[in-house]
């Protein structure tokens, strides 16, 4: 099983719509989670982070964690065609010393 | 600017080259990473260093050799290079070890052995 899970689509939604990204982890002892946007050809960059169970929100960006569930989301609402990408889910927990484990990535295609 | 930036940015050589990737941060950061993304797009951690020190190292051929000669500085030195070394390679900083700074990414090598 893999450390960290993501269905590598691509995922299309319909501009304005919302998208919604998931993940799974298998460490439960995992105790801060990331996504990353990655732009074709750019480098990945931070756009959410979460540490507690719950919904955080930021703008049209809203993760999601369930410990319970090993389970992380992204939804993106409003979604806009510069929202397509590959999205990256980033774990990092105690046992693994701190070193942050990444998905591979689930791609977004917003479709005008 | 502020970031961290690397150099070259594309690198293509032959099989059983040596190489090497340099990589430098002006945002004062303690800790500085190595990643490797393949064709797949995973992105998988190598090394990081704090303040100088190797404090990861993942199960990477020995081939592979950082070396951080002050803490803005994180260089990836590759001996007799091989076809599967082909990928983009990432350096990141983050301001301290602790799991919830974030790491800033820089923009990538891109390594074509042939």
């Known amino acids: 099983q893999k450390e960290v899970e993501q269905n590598s689509g691509p995922l299309s939604v319909p501009e304005g719509a919302i998208a919604s990204l998931n993940c799974t982890y298998s460490d439960r002892v995992s105790q801060s989670f990331f996504w990353y946007r990655q732009y074709s050809g750019k480098s990945p960059e931070l756009i959410m982070s979460?540490?507690?169970?719950g919904d955080k929100e930021d703008g049209r960006f809203t993760a999601q964690l369930n410990k319970a569930s090993q389970y992380v989301s992204l939804l993106i609402r409003d979604s806009q065609p510069s929202d397509s990408a590959t999205y990256l889910c980033a774990v990092i927990s105690l046992s693994s010393a701190s070193k942050i484990i990444f998905g591979s990535g689930t791609r977004l295609s917003i479709r005008p | 600017d502020t970031a961290v930036s690397q150099t070259p940015k594309y690198l293509v050589t032959q099989m059983g080259n040596d190489k090497s990737i340099k990589c430098e941060q002006n945002l004062g950061h303690d800790t500085m990473y190595w990643y490797k993304q393949d064709s797949k797009k995973f992105l998988k951690i190598m090394f990081s260093?704090?303040?100088?020190?190797?404090?990861i190292n993942e199960t990477v051929p020995n081939r592979f050799s950082p070396k951080s000669p002050d803490k803005a500085h994180l260089n990836l030195h590759i001996n007799s290079l091989e076809l599967g070394d082909s990928a983009v390679y990432f350096c990141?900083?983050?301001?301290?070890?602790?799991?919830?700074?974030?790491?800033?990414f820089g923009p990538g090598t891109r390594l074509t052995v042939l």
């Open positions: 260093y704090n303040n100088k020190e190797l404090i």
């Open positions: 979460i540490y507690s169970n």
């Open positions: 990141a900083s983050s301001l301290t070890r602790t799991s919830t700074d974030t790491q800033y």
